[in-house]
């Protein structure tokens, strides 16, 4: 990754140039150009460009939903892609909002137990807390053991 400021400036640069040719190539209604949007999103984030990264972030969740309709893996990713971009400004309220949506879309795609769900659920948690909302905070921290010690269980059947 572009580490320094100057490497972030290089990022986007190599992100602008691959963003023309997915778009000569798949237009701009593409899943790939929304990857892309997001990781330029990534890269304003780094830089503490919050209005700029959420411009990427926004832009690439409304491709997705033009592609994939209300419920897609992707458009949970990119709820959560949002909702960092909110934490990394002070926004938690708002990062709460969009890590619990895309809680709802993922609980539908992936195993309660899978990474990805585990992800989700460490930063509902995490956004409870910063709101000191410590008994929501432990709902979910239950919710995500309840769901370790299914999988365990499940997972040494004999």
Known sequence: ???????????????????DILISIFGKRHPDVASLYNNIGLVYRNKDEGEEAMKWNKEALEIVRSIYGKSHPRIGIA????????????KDVSALEHHLK???????????????MVAVYDSVILGYKNLRRFDMAAEYESILKENQIE??????KV
Not at 79 to 90: H, K, P, V
Not at 151 to 156: F, G, H, S, T, V
Request: glycine share 4%.
């Open 1 to 19: 990754m572009f580490a320094t400021f100057k490497q972030h400036d290089e990022a986007l640069e190599h992100h602008d140039k691959a963003l």
């Open 79 to 90: 709820y959560s892609n949002i909702a960092a971009t909110y934490e990394r400004t002070g």
């Open 102 to 116: 895309a809680l709802g879309i993922l609980k539908d795609f992936y195993d309660k137990s899978s990474p990805e």
């Open 151 to 156: 999988k365990d269980l499940e997972d040494n």
